[in-house]
């Protein structure tokens, strides 16, 4: 139990992981330590080997567990056993080797961009705050990529509307700068200002709803569930799929692959590539659709 308190402190104060990852990791960890009670009783989690771990890999693979959850459980134990080493608390990490189980190949959600013509208009309502409040909210999903827990966070001091550029705090505490047009720049401009004749606390916090309040998961959620649900029929309707409809139209207009994967803030271009890959498919559908000789 010590260890795992000192794991919980390492991920919240060093490695700088969310809440929700911190939940994630030591969930994880929680289930493997109650197997290993139930399958090894007697077994010392000092004299665990990669032998006694494969056997809990191998129990949620047998139970039909999605590869994506078992590659998370993977990760976890590494980063738990890692920091182990580390403090000296072992010698070995009996995770390191094992191999992650492949994953279907699977495109995400995307919004076509004409049924996204309309997101300029997205605050036609600007009398009413919450009509402005929300437009702003989409048009920051899809034209910065943010992910929902950086729009969330985001403070009005990392906002720069001179040099239209804001700063965000991403996974990991990682920092990166995303530019944006003059239009945006405006349109942020007006929503300060009636958040401000409204009289709004904010306690440095860009955005905050009419009650003067941090906005939170799920009320963001729904503002972008709603007003996708009047202009797409794809099942999925997330914050996150404005952020992929804003990569995939990037890698669609030929952006250069390096700077999509800086602009979203991910630590290495295999997360990115996928959207080339989406990129593609809509290139190989658009032939076959199209071209008399596509099919002789």
């Known amino acids: 139990m010590?260890?795992?308190?000192?794991?919980?402190?390492?991920?919240?104060?060093?490695?700088?992981?969310?809440?929700?990852?911190?939940?994630?990791?030591?969930?994880?960890?929680?289930?493997h330590q109650a197997f290993m009670s139930e399958r090894f009783p007697d077994l010392a989690e000092s004299d665990l080997r990669q032998i006694h771990v494969?056997?809990?890999?191998?129990?949620?693979?047998?139970?039909?567990?999605h590869p994506a959850s078992i590659r998370r459980k993977i990760s976890a134990l590494r980063t738990y056993f890692s920091f182990l080493q580390r403090s000296g608390i072992r010698q070995d990490n009996p995770a390191k080797g094992l191999l992650m189980p492949k994953l279907p190949k699977r495109l995400p959600s995307v919004v076509r961009p004409a049924?996204?013509?309309?997101?300029?208009?997205a605050h036609t309502t600007e009398g009413d705050y919450g009509a402005l409040l929300e437009g702003v909210l989409i048009r920051c999903f899809y034209e910065l990529g943010l992910r929902r827990s950086e729009l969330i966070n985001l403070q009005q001091r990392h906002v720069d509307l001179v040099a239209r550029q804001l700063k965000v705090l991403g996974k990991g505490g990682k920092e990166r700068i995303i530019p944006f047009g003059k239009e945006l720049s405006e349109l942020l401009s007006r929503y300060l200002i009636k958040r401000d004749e409204m009289e709004l606390g904010f306690d440095g916090f860009m955005f905050v709803s009419s009650k003067s309040k941090p906005l939170y998961a799920k009320q963001v959620y729904q503002i972008v569930h709603r007003w996708l649900g009047g202009r797409t029929t794809i099942s999925k309707r997330s914050p996150h799929?404005?952020?992929?409809?804003?990569a995939t139209h990037l890698a669609d207009a030929g952006a250069d692959i390096n700077a999509i994967k800086t602009l979203l803030g991910h630590a290495n271009l295999g997360a990115t590539q996928v959207y080339v890959h989406n990129s593609i498919e809509q290139l190989v559908k658009t032939y076959h659709s199209c071209h008399p000789r596509a099919e002789t």
Request: positive net charge; contains cysteine.
């Open 2 to 31: 010590e260890n795992v308190l000192l794991f919980e402190r390492y991920l919240r104060d060093e490695k700088r992981r969310s809440p929700h990852s911190c939940n994630a990791y030591l969930t994880d960890l929680a289930q």
């Open 54 to 65: 494969r056997s809990w890999i191998v129990s949620l693979t047998t139970r039909g567990l």
């Open 115 to 121: 049924d996204l013509a309309d997101v300029a208009t």
């Open 241 to 246: 799929v404005l952020r992929h409809s804003f």
